[in-house]
């Protein structure tokens, strides 16, 4: 009898010790995250008023809205990215009226597959472009119009190579690349503009070599700085006009719904305009972020270029 109540307990043991080992691993598998989200929607307000006031000076007031969101999907050698970027500001400043300070749609997307350590093959593709019509003047409604949506636009497609080590630094390399600038206003149809070869010409296809990189570092709490970059050159015409372009985000977070943000941003493109541009905003307003959890690749018990 005793050795029937031994074997017994002993039995019951190894079935609860089962039980609860497949239990742990339903809930380690459940907690991994295939699909993340990490999105920033922000609406920055700037506002000055002036009554007698001997310094002068003129009534105004601005916005700026965005919204910045990467969605991710990594499962084993798979890695797809997709970010979004829409920005839109106005300024009202009295006996001037209403001009737009930011206008920016980035819509990206790049799909890889690992083929060694922190390096995938790649394919992908872009969109980048503006909401609304642009002016010379400082944006003057009344001036000249020098670009409108989808004019230009520029869309990217290529294949090449990603190294990814972590979600800080991506480095995307494209030998085979199309560059497809759109111009679909009639009023920006002319030879010139945007690289366009005839007048009443609508597009411009490029075949070339693209490089991109976004590196983002913490530089103390709450203080992060974002930075992207670009080169592109044609195969077919003048391979030495390079298309380059440099863009930096600091954010300073305040709290949970305030924080400040601070970009630059730095553009040559020869069939644009023959001299540099740049472009810097400042803006402290409300902020949110939403996410929907530990990206996969950010968890320490599945990234796979760990030495277990």
Same mark, same amino acid.
């Given at each position: 009898?005793?050795?029937?109540?031994?074997?017994?307990? $002993?039995?019951?043991?190894?079935?609860?010790n089962a039980q609860e080992e497949v239990?742990?691993?339903?809930?380690?598998?459940?907690?991994?995250?295939?699909?993340?989200?990490?999105?920033?929607?922000?609406?920055?307000?700037?506002?000055?008023? $002036?009554?007698?006031?001997?310094?002068?000076?003129?009534?105004?007031? !601005?916005?700026?809205?965005?919204?910045?969101?990467?969605?991710?999907?990594? &499962?084993?050698?798979?890695?797809?990215?997709?970010?979004?970027?829409?920005?839109?500001?106005?300024?009202?400043?009295?006996?001037?009226?209403?001009?737009?300070?930011?206008?920016?749609?980035?819509?990206?997307?790049?799909?890889?597959?690992?083929?060694?350590?922190?390096?995938?093959?790649?394919?992908?593709?872009?969109?980048?472009?503006?909401?609304?019509?642009?002016?010379?003047?400082?944006?003057?409604?009344?001036?000249?119009?020098?670009?409108?949506?989808?004019?230009?636009?520029?869309?990217? $497609?290529?294949? !090449?190579? *990603?190294?990814?080590?972590?979600?800080?630094?991506?480095?995307?390399?494209?030998?085979?690349?199309?560059?497809?600038?759109?111009?679909?206003?009639?009023?920006?149809?002319?030879?010139?503009?945007?690289?366009?070869?005839?007048?009443?010409?609508?597009?411009?296809?490029?075949?070339?070599?693209?490089? *991109?990189?976004?590196?983002?570092?913490?530089?103390?709490?709450?203080?992060?700085?974002?930075?992207?970059?670009?080169?592109?050159?044609?195969?077919?015409?003048?391979?030495?006009?390079?298309?380059?372009?440099?863009?930096?985000?600091?954010?300073?977070?305040?709290?949970?719904?305030?924080?400040?943000?601070?970009?630059?941003?730095?553009?040559?493109?020869?069939?644009?305009?023959?001299?540099?541009?740049?472009?810097?905003?400042?803006?402290? !307003?409300?902020?949110?972020?939403?996410?929907?959890?530990?990206?996969?690749?950010?968890?320490?018990?599945?990234?796979?270029?760990? &030495?277990?």
């Amino acid at each position: 009898m005793k050795k029937f109540l031994l074997i017994l307990s $002993f039995s019951i043991g190894i079935y609860a010790n089962a039980q609860e080992e497949v239990k742990n691993d339903s809930v380690k598998i459940d907690t991994i995250r295939y699909w993340s989200v990490l999105g920033k929607n922000t609406l920055m307000i700037n506002q000055a008023a $002036f009554s007698n006031w001997v310094g002068g000076g003129a009534n105004n007031i !601005g916005w700026l809205a965005g919204a910045n969101y990467n969605i991710t999907y990594e &499962k084993d050698k798979d890695l797809w990215e997709n970010i979004i970027i829409l920005n839109y500001g106005q300024n009202n400043t009295q006996g001037i009226g209403t001009r737009k300070t930011q206008d920016v749609l980035n819509v990206s997307t790049n799909y890889g597959r690992q083929f060694s350590k922190s390096w995938y093959l790649s394919g992908g593709a872009s969109l980048l472009t503006q909401f609304a019509a642009g002016y010379e003047d400082g944006n003057n409604p009344g001036a000249k119009k020098i670009s409108n949506f989808m004019a230009p636009g520029y869309l990217n $497609f290529g294949l !090449g190579i *990603t190294y990814r080590p972590n979600d800080d630094l991506t480095v995307t390399l494209r030998p085979a690349n199309a560059r497809w600038t759109l111009v679909l206003d009639p009023d920006l149809q002319f030879a010139g503009s945007y690289g366009l070869k005839q007048d009443g010409d609508s597009s411009l296809l490029q075949f070339g070599f693209l490089g *991109t990189a976004l590196y983002k570092v913490k530089l103390m709490q709450d203080i992060y700085l974002t930075n992207t970059a670009s080169v592109f050159s044609n195969y077919l015409d003048h391979p030495d006009r390079l298309v380059l372009a440099y863009g930096a985000l600091l954010n300073m977070k305040v709290n949970k719904f305030i924080s400040t943000n601070i970009t630059l941003d730095v553009l040559y493109d020869h069939n644009q305009i023959q001299k540099t541009q740049l472009k810097q905003t400042l803006g402290v !307003g409300f902020a949110y972020t939403l996410s929907n959890g530990v990206k996969r690749s950010e968890r320490k018990d599945s990234q796979w270029w760990i &030495k277990k």
